[in-house]
């Protein structure tokens, strides 16, 4: 978590002194307040901590991690100004800022290669099939594929122990979505948790682990981890990577993610002023933090986006796999 930059206040001996220095005291306690994806989080949390830098203290930002649909609940109650999001917002949660009046602008902030992993124990599973991916998580899977030969006949009599996101997890809607055809179809019985430091140490420890989770945590931890290759369909395993993502052939594990900001809070200088430092530092941060960056114009148009206002998503309440960001910022938006 960010460290808290803690303002010290003014002290005044008298009221005309307190009412003097009132004005500064306002502006050094002004916040930014930002939840949600873990996935998100390392982009944020890089953007927060040299925004901070670059305002001596004068601003804070606070960065939360309860998940993509527990960021958006608490957006859409207006107690948070950014969200971060690891897919796009659902029509649930579009019907949720609606009722309370939450306007927001959607802006894409890089692209992530959802990574698939094993214990480095694991000889076996160097490549998978989309087709075994969901043979292993589908609703159906629960409490009957339990053993690695189960999913592949020339795999071990080895338990199968599963690790992923929880229900409030974007990445777990999009893994849902491309892997079981619906998002949130999924077996229930694995270690499910918004914290992909959770995940990652449960694999690392399990010889018999298998987890998913975004990029950065793979790279972060490659030393107790091993990235699965995998098929879609086209006969040969693909790895994660920038280059894969890039060229598209990491399908349909790669996507998009997002930061949603409440228009109503871009009136705070705080905010506008964070919202454009992200996204003139985010490639840079970006790479920096092992997710793959937007081309340059992306980030141009987003910043525009934000001095018109374009309010509203650009998707229709669902994940999109292979969806380029080219084709995102040429739409209009939809709500």
Request: net charge neutral; hydrophobic share 40%.
């Amino acid at each position: 978590m960010l460290q808290r930059i803690r303002v010290k206040k003014l002290a005044a001996a008298s009221a005309f002194a307190l009412a003097a220095f009132s004005l500064p005291a306002l502006a050094a306690d002004a916040i930014v307040k930002i939840d949600g994806s873990s996935t998100v989080f390392p982009v944020t949390e890089a953007v927060a901590e040299d925004f901070q830098k670059a305002k001596k203290g004068a601003v804070n930002v606070t960065v939360g991690i309860s998940g993509t649909g527990g960021g958006f609940k608490k957006f859409c109650r207006g107690e948070i100004d950014i969200a971060d999001a690891s897919r796009p917002i659902s029509k649930k949660e579009m019907e949720a800022c609606k009722e309370t009046d939450i306007r927001f602008i959607e802006l894409p902030v890089a692209y992530d290669a959802l990574t698939v992993v094993v214990n480095p124990q694991n000889t076996w599973a160097k490549r998978m099939t989309v087709a075994q991916l969901k043979k292993i998580w589908e609703p159906e899977a629960q409490g009957k594929i339990t053993n690695w030969n189960q999913v592949d006949p020339s795999w071990p009599n080895q338990p199968l122990t599963l690790f992923g996101p929880g229900a409030d997890s974007g990445t777990f809607d999009y893994f849902t979505e491309v892997i079981n055809d619906k998002s949130k179809a999924s077996r229930g019985d694995f270690t499910a948790s918004e914290d992909d430091n959770v995940l990652v140490q449960g694999v690392s420890r399990d010889k018999g682990a298998l987890g998913y989770f975004g990029y950065a945590y793979y790279v972060e931890n490659q030393k107790k981890l091993k990235a699965v290759g995998i098929d879609n369909g086209k006969g040969a395993p693909v790895l994660p990577s920038p280059q894969t993502v890039e060229n598209g052939t990491y399908v349909p594990l790669s996507r998009p993610i997002f930061i949603y900001v409440n228009a109503k809070s871009l009136e705070k200088p705080e905010v506008a002023q964070f919202v454009e430092f992200y996204l003139q530092n985010a490639p840079k941060l970006v790479a920096e933090v092992k997710y793959v960056p937007l081309p340059a114009s992306a980030y141009k148009t987003g910043m525009q986006h934000v001095q018109q206002k374009k309010l509203g998503t650009v998707f229709t309440g669902e994940a999109e796999a292979g969806v380029t960001i080219d084709d995102l910022m040429k739409r209009e938006a939809k709500f």
